[in-house]
């Protein structure tokens, strides 16, 4: 069974100062609630919530100024649910004048198990191409490969909490259609092609884990969500699409734009839909961890 993720992106908000606060609040919320792992088949009926913990995992991804922060965080975190930490960009190249960027071992020696690469908001604001996500795409699996001559599956795992440069990062690749092209029914020929260009070195390669965030344009910040059954075509489109060209040992899909506590239960209901990247939603503490109990 594949995990399920709850993803944060809080996008350029917060200092590290008040990402500090978001964590004292969001970690004792965490520490209160009573989770029962239905693994372990612990049956307690006082309990407020009954939870597959092992197959959840939140993600957050701060701006880079409060990576660092909220790893300090999340590492001394000792609960059941399992926390990790994503940059919402990375470049391509090892380190060099490029003013501006972020390489892939900065980002891990910050403690990032994970990657954004190519969200809507870089390829439209910032002119991020199909080619650059490519590049950024092969740097990643590279870098794991490169550092890991003997061991091309040197992903962070569980126990592995990382901040280990040796590690693997996993990118979490977004892709998604505007309002114009649903409109003309041609959203799966644009999503395969964004994939195709992304992933184009990695045709014949072995892809050990890769999570795919479906996030269409028109319903990012629009308090509009995809219906769950247009989800869920959608999804299950991409997963066959990838299945069917190339070889990913673990794949998982996100759905990102509008997720709210209201709105994630049928979501993350549908078979395909692996889980979800929330935007504005995940910037309050209370609202997010709300998410999250509706989500497990
Ligand atoms: P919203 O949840 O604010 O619509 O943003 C979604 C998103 O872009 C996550 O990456």
Redesign the pocket.
């Known amino acids: 069974m594949n995990k399920k993720i709850i993803a944060a992106?809080f996008?350029m908000n917060k200092t590290p100062a008040e990402t500090q606060n978001y964590f004292n609040v969001f970690l004792e919320l965490l520490g209160e609630e009573k989770f029962v792992d239905l693994n372990n088949k612990d049956k307690n009926k006082n309990s407020r919530k009954k939870l597959n913990l092992i197959n959840s995992e939140i993600i957050f991804a701060p701006s880079f100024t409060s990576l660092l922060e909220t790893y300090n965080r999340i590492k001394n975190y000792d609960g059941s649910v399992k926390i990790k930490l994503a940059s919402q960009n990375v470049y391509y190249e090892k380190s060099g004048a490029y003013t501006g960027e972020i390489s892939i071992r900065m980002i891990k020696e910050c403690g990032c198990s994970y990657a954004?690469v190519g969200?809507?908001?870089r390829r439209c604001i910032f002119n991020e191409t199909d080619e650059m996500i490519g590049k950024k795409i092969k740097a990643v699996y590279d870098d794991s490969r490169n550092n890991n001559p003997d061991n091309h599956n040197n992903y962070n795992n569980d126990n592995n909490y990382n901040n280990n440069i040796n590690a693997g990062v996993i990118p979490i690749l977004?892709v998604g259609e505007n309002l114009q092209t649903r409109k003309k029914g041609m959203e799966s020929g644009f999503v395969s092609n964004q994939l195709d260009k992304a992933l184009i070195s990695l045709k014949a390669r072995n892809i050990p884990a890769l999570i795919v965030?479906y996030?269409p344009l028109w319903?990012?910040?629009?308090g509009v969500p995809i219906a769950p059954e247009d989800g869920e075509t959608m999804h299950r489109f991409i997963y066959e699409h990838l299945n069917k060209n190339y070889k990913i040992e673990e794949l998982r899909i996100l759905y990102?734009?509008?997720?709210t506590e209201t709105n994630i239960k049928p979501l993350v209901k549908k078979e395909h839909i692996d889980g979800v990247?929330?935007?504005?939603?995940?910037l309050d503490p209370v609202v997010f961890f709300d998410i999250f109990k509706s989500f497990v």
């Open positions: 992106n996008k954004i969200h809507s908001e977004c965030a996030e319903a990012i910040g629009t990102g734009g509008s997720v990247l929330v935007g504005g939603a995940s």
